[in-house]
């Protein structure tokens, strides 16, 4: 079965770069959320978008920005990138019809290490 | 965010059944109750739920009190595989969906 996939698995950037990570949710799924884990941490969640729309916003820092695509796929953009944002960052997608009982599936990360 | 607490770690000996406990005695009515799990270098998974009901699947089991106040995931016989970290989350019947993941239970499998 298809899983998410997310892009490219590892970036390595300078401090006050720029970078964009790629999520490209299971096919017919409609909702989009983006987690950032820390080392040594739970996941957090940063934002979540359902038919292209932002639906719920989280923890994501200002320097940070995303939004869907016609074809369902996100994209997380930061800017300014600080240290501190060495993270994995995990993209789930799911139904988003169901509510509290929608499954979310998670891709495999994409590991961002900033120097 | 409705809260749940869970013990930091855990050990299993293979092949035998774990118990993981959750409490979440500020639970309301319209609460699910989701379990993830995430394995070493991996995303998350979802593993089961459940709303009042104790709820089978082919990965586990979950047993939910009858005041709703704690819940308990049963991994009936523990592979090494199963090693991993185990987040009891509550879903909320209105507001957002995005999951809050607490400090789940780091559970170690024993071969």
């Known amino acids: 079965a298809a899983g998410v996939i997310q892009s490219p698995r590892h970036l390595i950037k300078e401090k006050r770069e720029t970078a964009t990570l790629k999520c490209y949710p299971i096919?017919?799924?409609?909702?989009v959320y983006w987690y950032q884990q820390g080392p040594g941490q739970d996941p957090q969640f940063l934002i979540s978008?359902?038919?292209?729309?932002?639906?719920d916003k989280g923890s994501i820092p200002d320097r940070f920005s995303a939004q869907q695509f016609s074809d369902y796929h996100s994209e997380l953009n930061m800017s300014s990138l600080e240290l501190g944002d060495s993270a994995l960052y995990f993209c789930?997608?799911?139904?988003?019809?169901?509510?509290?009982?929608?499954?979310?599936?998670f891709g495999p990360g994409t590991r961002l290490t900033v120097l | 965010d409705a809260k749940t607490t869970q013990p930091n770690s855990m050990e299993s000996n293979e092949e035998e059944p774990v118990h993981l406990p959750c409490n979440h005695s500020t639970i309301s009515g319209t609460d699910y109750i989701h379990w993830y799990r995430q394995l070493p270098s991996q995303g998350p998974e979802y593993v089961i739920h459940g709303l009042t009901s104790n709820v089978n699947n082919r990965m586990a089991s979950l047993a939910i009190a009858e005041d709703r106040k704690s819940s308990t995931l049963i991994l009936h016989r523990a592979t090494l595989r199963d090693a991993a970290v185990y987040y009891c989350i509550l879903r909320l019947q209105t507001g957002a969906n995005n999951l809050f993941f607490g400090t789940g239970t780091r559970l170690t499998v024993i071969p």
């Open positions: 789930a997608s799911s139904l988003g019809t169901s509510g509290p009982l929608d499954t979310q599936y």
């Open positions: 978008f359902y038919e292209k729309m932002q639906s």
């Open positions: 096919p017919r799924h409609d909702t």
